[in-house]
Nanobody, 125 residues
Framework: QAELEEHGGGLVQAGGSLKLSCAASGRLFERKAVGWWRQAPGKEREFVAAVDYTGEAQEYGDSVKGRFAISRDNAKNTVYLQMNDLKSEDTAVYYC??????????????????WGQGTQVTVSS
């Protein structure tokens, strides 16, 4: 069983919504921040959003602020990414990742220790 499993990707029209989920095995999420990253073909990996270990603090990339919302349910070992008003430029593979800390430096990819396999999100215009 994979340590992190992402679900919820798919094909959606511009302006539509999708909700991604990331489930962790064992205690992988315990007292750790969790983030979502994405990578489009030919582009660098991009920070999307992160939530601290309590779920009370969130951070977002500039391109998704006001449209995406990250949340977590620690009882279910699951983190979510609600994506609204999707645009064609949101098309990418989305990855869930576990941070080494509970709440600091959430936009630094080198500080994420575990990565999921990714789920494809395609937004048609």
């Amino acid at each position: 069983q994979a340590e992190l499993e992402e679900h919820g990707g798919g094909l959606v029209q511009a302006g539509g919504s999708l909700k991604l989920s990331c489930a962790a095995s064992g205690r992988l999420f315990e007292r750790k921040a969790v983030g979502w990253w994405r990578q489009a073909p030919g582009k660098e990996r991009e920070f999307v959003a992160a939530v601290d270990y309590t779920g009370e603090a969130q951070e977002y990339g500039d391109s998704v602020k006001g449209r995406f919302a990250i949340s977590r349910d620690n009882a279910k070992n699951t983190v979510y990414l609600q994506m609204n008003d999707l645009k064609s430029e949101d098309t990418a593979v989305y990855y869930c990742a576990v941070h080494m800390s509970g709440s600091y430096h959430l936009t630094a990819p080198r500080l994420y220790s575990h990565w999921g396999q990714g789920t494809q999100v395609t937004v048609s215009s």
